[in-house]
């Protein structure tokens, strides 16, 4: 069965951040609030957690995780950007936008995909998100917890809880969040391709 921690929005209890902190390191997968809807995420270096993560979402190798950076900083520490995104992306963030941009090689090829080479990074606007990712001291691999069939993020922590109960390790609570995705941009030819429009305001990339 999911744990369910119940953590303060704006100021979340360091108590519990370090017991997800400390669950995600043993290699838990875990549902989790954002900006743009709840998501499931675990570490980078979980192999089981990524292909848990397919299993629940019902996708096949070609999905494009995406990597939660806590800053600008470590997000070009995973992605290459050159000049004519640098300022773009910069501007967006921290907020409700995914960039599918080259990796780098400290990414796992297993994230990438198998083709391109690409990975999706964000930086989300949300703190207990935030928080987290300061707390873990890594990027976090996240996917939108969007089910089979369903075109819009789960948003409630309990109906989670009750759903997924026994396929992930850790429900986050930290009340009702949006429904709508992110807005995803692929940089990856050096001009801003809409993939799918959401959250975040796609004319700024048009």
């Given at each position: 069965m999911a744990r369910y921690l119940?953590?303060?929005?704006?100021?979340?209890?360091?108590?519990?951040?370090q017991q997800i902190v400390d669950a995600l390191n043993d290699d838990a997968l875990i549902a989790y609030p954002t900006d743009s809807g709840y998501a499931l995420g675990?570490?980078?270096g979980n192999r089981a957690g990524r292909d848990r993560i397919l299993a629940i979402r019902g996708l096949d190798e070609r999905h494009h995780f995406t990597l939660l950076c806590r800053d600008f900083s470590?997000?070009?520490?995973?992605?290459?950007?050159?000049?004519?995104?640098?300022?773009?992306?910069?501007?967006?963030?921290p907020g409700p936008y995914t960039f599918i941009l080259p990796a780098m090689p400290e990414v796992p090829r297993r994230l990438m995909h198998p083709k391109k080479r690409t990975v999706g990074v964000r930086i989300p606007d949300h703190r207990l998100v935030h928080d987290l990712l300061d707390a873990l001291g890594e990027p976090l691999l996240s996917s939108s917890l969007i089910l089979p069939g369903e075109t819009?993020?789960?948003?409630m922590g309990w109906e989670i809880k009750e759903e997924l109960d026994h396929q992930i390790d850790i429900v986050v609570e930290a009340g009702e969040t949006p429904a709508e995705p992110t807005t995803v941009v692929d940089y990856s030819s050096g001009v801003p391709e809409l993939v799918r429009r959401g959250a975040g305001d796609p004319d700024r990339f048009a």
């Open positions: 119940d953590v303060h929005p704006d100021n979340p209890q360091p108590r519990l951040l675990c570490r980078v470590q997000l070009g520490q995973m992605v290459h950007v050159d000049n004519s995104a640098f300022r773009a992306i910069r501007a967006a963030t819009e993020p789960r948003t």
